[in-house]
């Protein structure tokens, strides 16, 4: 089958059985032309909780699948490959948050949305990469217990120093495999782009960076900026789909290896599995731990 035959029945199948299909904006071009919505993860959440489709696809890693589920109990939520996780998200668990916040009662816990659904449930506020400043500002408590994600955290931290902040160690391996190295190298090869990054990655990167935000803020300020060329410091991804959208302007990857594997696990094929019934893995969650993770999402929201 050709690339655009399996797109065609997906589409068929997709309005038969009133299926929504999501996709990150991580995925391939030939996933995100046959999604119903694109975009960030808690974007495309929100947006799944609003339509009548009985069931949903997450294009994406498990985390953003169970968000999904979080906020549409009654929906049958599909995660696009099973063995589509977020290294980030499974590198704390319940057990080990529980065991910090004895040793920092007093502080909240606020989380990256990368994280479990089972770890959400003691964590206080959930956030965002676009949300999270915003968000950790607004907490009347000064005191912040930022997890997983050690540079996103202290991201957040340096821009309110009037707060006491608390960080773990975790990380996307992706992101933070960028160097202050890479940028110089790729300034020297394009002096006149601006440099694009993620706050997932290291504050060495990020302290050079002309531009700091999630990916959807990446691609909005690309595609608004009068500028015509761009070092981007995300997910690969990315670069493909500006240069998709914005033929006229240069980008260029910041680093090679800034691929996410599981991200990339996703294949057209993997949508189309779903679509029959017959790939993906259906989304269980008992509803304890969905009403406990929701509630600090609600705050979120609440707060946002
Ligand atoms: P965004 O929320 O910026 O889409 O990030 C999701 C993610 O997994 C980044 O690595
Ligand atoms: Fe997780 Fe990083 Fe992949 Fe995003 S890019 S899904 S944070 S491992």
Redo the contacts with the bound molecule.
């Keep these: 089958m050709r690339i655009s035959d399996v797109q065609q029945e997906i589409l068929r199948l997709k309005k038969e059985k009133d299926i929504c299909i999501l996709a990150h904006c991580?995925q391939s071009p030939e996933i995100l032309e046959v999604a119903d919505f694109t975009g960030d993860s808690f974007a495309l959440s929100v947006k799944a909780s609003k339509v009548e489709n009985k069931t949903v696809i997450m294009c994406g890693?498990r985390f953003m699948a169970e968000t999904c589920k979080i906020l549409s109990p009654e929906k049958t939520v599909i995660l696009s490959n099973a063995s589509a996780g977020?290294?980030?998200?499974e590198q704390m668990d319940k057990e080990l948050i529980s065991q910090v916040k004895e040793m920092y009662p007093d502080y909240t816990v606020v989380a990256y949305v990368?994280t479990t659904s089972e770890l959400k449930t003691v964590c206080d506020v959930c956030v965002t990469s676009s949300s999270a400043l915003n968000i950790c500002r607004k907490l009347k408590n000064d005191k912040i217990l930022f997890i997983p994600d050690y540079n996103l955290g202290s991201w957040i931290k340096k821009q309110l120093p009037e707060k006491e902040f608390k960080l773990l160690n975790g990380c996307?391996?992706?992101?933070a495999a960028m160097s202050a190295d890479d940028v110089k190298k790729a300034k020297e090869a394009h002096p006149e782009a601006l440099l694009l990054v993620h706050p997932?990655c290291k504050s060495e990167v990020v302290e050079l960076a002309d531009y700091v935000g999630s990916t959807t803020g990446i691609m909005e300020y690309a595609k608004k900026s009068d500028k015509m060329e761009f070092i981007i410091g995300t997910?690969n991804s990315i670069v493909t789909h500006l240069q998709l959208e914005c033929p006229d302007k240069s980008f260029y990857p910041l680093s090679k290896d800034c691929i996410?594997h599981?991200?990339q696990a996703t294949t057209l094929v993997d949508v189309l599995n779903c679509c029959k019934g017959t790939g993906g893995e259906i989304i269980e969650m008992d509803e304890e731990t969905r009403l406990a993770a929701k509630k600090c999402i609600d705050k979120m929201i609440e707060l946002g």
């Design positions: 991580y890693v977020c290294p980030m998200a990368n996307c391996p992706t992101h997932e997910e996410c599981n991200m």
